[in-house]
């Protein structure tokens, strides 16, 4: 059994993927192809937003929207402390200092009211300048963007939406990707829509921030592409890529979001009685990048990890350790806030294997073995 199965779905759209490849190789046009522009434009309507500018990685799309903000040195940035490191790590790349805010233990999204509490206090010291809100729609599921605008909107904040695993998610109808002054996504494999490779997006209604944005990701390009006005990234999605996710998107957007949501009801249903199971705020819409529960103790996760192994059914811990105990951020001394909902999440959490193509028999199977080894 595979842990996001990859495989089937291209079983499943071999024809129109092998085509799409196909076409590019014959076109010539490897890098800003066609199929690249048509690809942004698709998902800019999808999202509702303006601008889509496509790029390498979710971690570039990161770091050009830090770039176009204009963060660095001095900087506060407030992450939430549960999350993939490059939520964090672009961050501190730019120079700038992570301020570190814990999740809400419901839906592991950034907690609204002690985000707010951080950003008082990181003024009251008055040793780094606020500058903006990084919110990730963890697993899936949208952070709760009303929340934080009343609280950002307070200090006068832009968000950063980090829709890494998001995409397709949606409060009241209205899609992720589209919260953020700017939004990015990721289109690594393993995300609700991946590619075959590297690649990501970046989303904003801004024509300013577009605009920056668009020279920033290739080489600080000013009008004329060999007057470079600013120093930049070489960040672009290839065409091969964008090939490759036009009918992946187009899977996605008929039927694999809707069975995505299928499969994680059924699994409410099998496994609601004995463990706790996602939860999904009224007027939100996961796309389930996980289906995670939250077990007693991590010494019960050891136990069930292993004996589920055993029965070859995969499972993984996202995430074993916090943002604030990471190595790498060893020293820093701005963890303002109180981060024990996070560190709890990480010893109890585990996720189970979800993507489009689950049969009934296998889920099934993994939710009657987990009962069984609970
Ligand atoms: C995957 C991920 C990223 C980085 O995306 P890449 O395309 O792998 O660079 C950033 N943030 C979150 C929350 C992620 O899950």
């Known amino acids: 059994m595979q842990f996001i199965d990859l495989k089937k779905q291209y079983q499943v759209l071999k024809e129109q993927i092998d085509d799409g490849i196909a076409k590019v190789l014959d076109d010539g046009h490897y890098i800003g192809g066609g199929e690249v522009k048509q690809l942004a434009e698709e998902l800019a309507q999808y999202c509702g937003v303006k601008h ?102 307070k200090y006068g904040l832009p968000i950063i939406e980090d829709g890494a695993q998001g995409f397709g998610g949606s409060i009241d109808g209205k899609k992720a990707c589209s919260f953020g002054d700017i939004s990015t996504t990721s289109f690594f494999p393993a995300k609700p829509l991946g590619c075959y490779g590297d690649g990501g997006a970046i989303f904003t209604d801004n024509d300013e921030y577009f605009a920056l944005m668009s020279s920033l990701a290739v080489h600080g390009k000013g009008s004329y592409k060999y007057d470079n006005v600013r120093i930049g990234y070489n960040s672009r999605l290839d065409t091969l890529q964008a090939a490759i996710l036009l009918p992946k998107f187009h899977a996605f957007e008929q039927y694999e979001l809707k069975d995505r949501n299928v499969i994680a009801s059924k699994y409410d249903e099998l496994l609601g009685k004995d463990f706790v199971t996602p939860y999904v705020p009224q007027g939100f819409e996961s796309s389930w990048a996980q289906y995670t529960l939250i077990l007693d103790s991590a010494e019960q996760r050891e136990k069930i990890q292993t004996a589920l192994k055993d029965k070859g059914i995969p499972t993984m811990i996202y995430y074993p350790i916090p943002m604030h105990k990471q190595t790498a951020f060893k020293g820093y001394d701005f963890n303002l806030d109180d981060l024990q909902v996070a560190e709890d999440l990480c010893d109890r959490v585990l996720s189970i294997p979800i993507h489009p193509y689950l049969d009934d028999e296998t889920i099934e199977l993994i939710s009657r073995s987990l009962k069984e080894c609970k």
């Open 52 to 153: 889509c500018l496509t790029c390498a990685n979710g971690t570039d799309a990161l770091t050009i929207a830090l770039r176009c903000i204009g963060v660095g040195k001095g900087d506060a940035v407030f992450v939430p402390t549960f999350t993939f490191f490059a939520s964090a790590e672009t961050v501190a790349l730019e120079g700038a200092t992570c301020i570190f805010v814990d999740v809400d233990s419901r839906t592991f999204n950034i907690d609204s009211a002690k985000l707010d509490k951080a950003i008082a206090e990181v003024i009251e010291q008055g040793k780094l300048t606020p500058k903006c809100v990084i919110a990730v729609d963890l697993f899936g599921q949208p952070a709760d963007f009303t929340a934080l605008r009343k609280v950002t909107d």
